[in-house]
C-alpha cells in the first residue's frame, strides 16, 4: 500500500502559466494487489503548484504535496493501520512530496517529467509521461508511474505474502494558469 504521485506542469501552447493543482477536481490513486485481489486507494488531501512557459518547456516547475494518512482504504480501521510507523509512519512524516527538476517535450502534449518523489523520508529519482489537456477551467495532467513500496520503507513484512510490492499510482491534475 503506498504512494504517492508525481505531477508536472505544462499549460496549453503559447501561454506562460503558474497555478495551483485544484484538489477538488483532480485524483491521486494508488493501486496494488492484496491477496490476488486489486485495490484501488485514493489520497483525499493533496496541493501543488505548476508553473510552465512554452517559449522554455525544459525551464518548467512542478511541486505536489500529499498528505499520505488521506490514503482512503474504504474501512476505517485499514486506513488508521496505514499511519502507523511500519506503514506511512505518519505522525513522523505527514506528507509525501514530487519536486520535477527536468521536462522533455514529446510528440503532442506529451511530456516526460523527471524528478524526486520523497516518501517516508526516502527519496528516488523517477521520470512519469505526462499528457497534457488543455480546458476552460485550466489545463489537466494526465499520467502513471510504478513504484516498489519497500523502495520507501513502507510495509510490515508480515504483509510481504499477501500484498505486492508493486504500486501504481495515477492521477489526473487539474491546474488553473494564473
Not at 93 to 99: D, K
Not at 139 to 145: K, P
Request: charged share 15%; aromatic share 8%.
Amino acid at each position: 500500500m503506498c504512494c504517492v504521485l508525481a505531477s508536472a506542469g505544462l499549460a496549453a501552447d503559447g501561454m506562460a502559466a503558474d497555478g495551483a493543482v485544484n484538489p477538488a477536481a483532480s485524483s491521486i490513486v494508488a493501486t496494488f494487489m492484496q491477496q490476488h485481489a486489486a485495490v484501488e486507494a485514493p489520497f483525499r488531501n493533496f496541493s501543488g503548484t505548476i508553473s510552465y512557459s512554452a517559449a522554455r518547456p525544459q525551464d518548467t516547475t512542478a511541486t505536489l504535496l500529499v498528505d499520505v494518512a488521506s490514503l482512503d482504504l474504504g474501512d476505517a480501521d485499514a486506513s488508521a493501520e496505514l499511519r502507523k510507523p511500519a506503514w506511512f509512519d505518519s505522525a513522523r512524516y505527514p506528507q509525501a512530496a514530487f519536486h520535477s527538476s527536468a521536462v522533455k517535450p514529446g510528440a503532442g502534449r506529451q511530456f516526460d517529467v523527471t524528478g524526486t518523489l520523497t516518501i517516508k523520508g526516502h527519496s528516488q529519482v523517477i521520470t512519469v509521461a505526462i499528457t497534457l489537456q488543455p480546458g476552460a477551467g485550466g489545463n489537466a495532467f494526465d499520467g502513471s508511474f510504478e513504484l516498489s513500496r519497500r523502495a520507501f520503507g513502507i510495509g510490515d513484512p508480515t504483509w510481504d505474502s499477501v500484498l505486492d510490492d508493486r504500486v501504481r499510482v495515477r492521477f489526473h491534475l487539474l491546474a488553473a494558469g494564473a
